[in-house]
């Protein structure tokens, strides 16, 4: 059985950075697309960045030059380093992972960012 769980949320000062992990577990083949979304509170979860296992990243605008999506397949794990953190970026961070014809969702993880 496959497992995506999140780590490193927490609160940080805004201007701060922060790097949460999504790692992979169990009986894993191959990796294909990983992406990281967020979820407000009584907002919508909304896409934040994607990396492919051929090299693709992709971010969204708003986070554009603050955020950098990284994995080490090695570890099965994806990171998300994040910059210059705003208030708006608070939320809670999901991995949105495509293992082996099959996409899981870890439970995510808080982020909190003071102004």
């Known amino acids: 059985q496959v497992h995506v769980v999140e780590s490193g949320g927490g609160l940080v000062q805004a201007g701060g950075s922060l790097r949460i992990s999504c790692a992979a577990s169990g009986r894993i083949f191959s990796i294909n697309l990983v992406g990281w979304y967020r979820q407000a509170p009584g907002k919508q979860r909304e896409w934040v960045a994607s990396t492919s296992s051929g090299g693709n990243i992709n971010y969204e605008d708003s986070v554009k030059g603050r955020f950098t999506i990284s994995r080490d397949n090695a570890k099965n794990t994806v990171y998300l380093q994040m910059n210059s953190l705003k208030p708006e970026d608070t939320a809670v961070y999901y991995c949105?992972?495509?293992?082996?014809?099959?996409?899981?969702w870890g439970k995510g993880t808080l982020v909190t960012v003071s102004s």
């Open positions: 949105r992972a495509f293992i082996d014809g099959t996409v899981y």
